[in-house]
Each structure stands twice: as C-alpha cells, then as structure tokens.
C-alpha cells in the first residue's frame, strides 16, 4: 500500500519506534525489502538515491516498478517511495515520476538558499499529498558524489527549517554514510536533545544507520529519531553472500549460473538484514 512517510513517522514518534529507510537498487532488492515489510507487519520506506535511480533507468521506471510489485505481491503494510538525498532537480523529478516522498538536501546550499528551495518544494509536494524531509548539518562520508564532513546541525537552523511545514528533518550529529572509521565518536546525543527539543517533536532521521551499536540507535530513538536509513549493510551482506555461493562452485552445479538462483543467497541475506533492523527499530508489528 503506497503512502507518503508523514502518517507512519507521525505514529513512530508517538509510540517512540523508528521506521526503516532501506534503499533500493534493483528488483531483488526492492522485492526483498517489501516481502519482509509483509512478513513482519512493519511500515517501510523505499529509498532511491539519484545514483540508483539512474542506474534502474529512471525515477519513472523505479516508481512503475514499485507500483506494480507491491500490487503483485498483495503487500498490506504502509510503504513510500522515497527519494534520498535529492538534489532540487531530482526533486522535481520524482514529483512528477510518481514518488510518493521525496528528500531535498539542500545542506550544502547557503542556509538561506536551502531555505528558499526547501519552501518551494514543500508547498508543491503537499499539494500534491506528498511528504518532505529536509537536511541541517551534513551527514558525513559521500553519498552519490556528495561528500560531507559531518558537521553537527545547528537547533535553531532546525527550527527555522521545520517552520516551513517540512514532514520530517534530517539533522547531522555526527553520523557518517558507508562504513564507520576506526575511532568515530559516536553520536552527539547533546545536540540530538537540543534539536528534538528546539523543532517541536517533529520526527527525526538517522541517515548512515549502517554500524551504529544498538544501544545508540535505541537511545537515538528515545531522543525523537523516527527514522533511520540503512544502505551500506545490506550491499555488504548481499556481495557476501553472492561470493560464498560462487566460491563454493555453485555456480558450476546444475543450472547454478541462472541468475534467479545466482542472486537468491543475496536476497536471502538482505531479508535477514531487514528484518534484524525492523526488530531493532521497534517497528515490527506497528502496520
């Protein structure tokens, strides 16, 4: 069932559980997220960054191709489709390809220049039934090119951005995309404190989830994040999986080198991770 993330991170953040953002880059992927959305009972969200969305040939294509599966499976639980991390034109881009969310990172703009695109955007997806999250502070390593240094989002930055009717914010505390370095702090939960404080309960997103202990993701979620994104941990444990399978020579058996069997121990290793994450996140059983 298609649906902007509004409702479903509105409900997150009153019964303190965080929805999952899991990114999508082909058709295993995207089936194996929804089968265990289903399975568990949970609320999900699709995320697309541009990079994906161009490699499955377009924003049009991932949004007909979501559609038509989450129809074909008789998937019941809430789902949206996400754009992640977007530029402005991504943006337009996904409006008008049939998302039914979109994130306009606009924290490499001049804060006034984030501001102006952030409101516009607002005003048209909400026409539109659409919801909207934005970005303060960098989230640090690189995402589709871009490259952040990681810096802690200013509160009253986040006020004046959440001001503007935004769905949900995207606050840098210290998080970093991909893999965590050796010697990484850890999240700045002062700063979380005073940026859930200083937006009103708005919901809040943990972008890089991949690596962060589970007692900082589950005090995270008690300081107000409502969702968080996870990427990097499932293309780690698919390209594991596909190595062992073709290591151990399965390839070479029978019919091992069909692609539905040869991308299948991937799959399997994604469902894995989705659904140790929704458990996590407390959001199994809440569609």
């Keep these: 069932m298609l649906v902007n993330a509004a409702e479903m991170l509105k409900k997150a953040t009153a019964g303190h559980y965080a929805v999952g953002q899991f990114n999508i880059n082909n058709l295993e992927w995207t089936k194996a997220v929804l089968l265990t959305a289903e399975e568990l009972k949970s609320p999900v969200i699709l995320g697309v960054s541009s990079g994906a969305g161009k490699y499955m040939t377009g924003f049009t294509v991932v949004a007909e191709m979501v559609k038509a599966m989450d129809k074909s499976l008789g998937v019941t639980v809430p789902v949206a489709l996400h754009l992640d991390h977007g530029t402005y034109d991504a ?13 306009f990172d606009g924290s490499h703009l001049d804060f006034d220049d984030n501001i102006a695109k952030t409101k516009e955007l607002t005003e048209t997806v909400h026409k539109l039934g659409m919801s909207i999250e934005a970005e303060v502070g960098s989230i640090g390593g690189e995402e589709d090119g871009v490259v952040g240094a990681g810096e802690v989002a200013d509160p009253e930055e986040c006020k004046k951005i959440v001001e503007l009717g935004i769905d949900f914010l995207a606050a840098g505390i210290g998080n970093i995309h991909g893999v965590y370095p050796e010697g990484w702090k850890g999240l700045d939960f002062d700063a979380l404190k005073r940026i859930h404080e200083a937006t ?9 989830g991949t690596g962060i202990p589970d007692g900082m993701i589950k005090k ?6 409502s969702k968080i994104n996870v990427n990097t941990e499932c293309q780690i444990v698919f390209a594991a999986a596909t190595r062992k399978y073709i290591e151990e020579g399965k390839d070479k058996q029978g019919k091992g080198f069909d692609p539905r069997k040869l991308l299948a121990p991937g799959s399997e290793a994604i469902k894995a991770t989705v659904k140790e994450k ?5 959001s199994a059983g809440k569609a």
């Design 278 to 282: 929704m458990e996590l996140f407390g």
């Design 91 to 103: 943006a337009k881009a996904c409006i008008d390809a049939g998302f039914t969310s979109i994130m």
């Design 220 to 225: 995270a979620i008690d300081l107000g994040v």
């Design 200 to 208: 009103g309960g708005i919901p809040l997103v943990l972008h890089g």
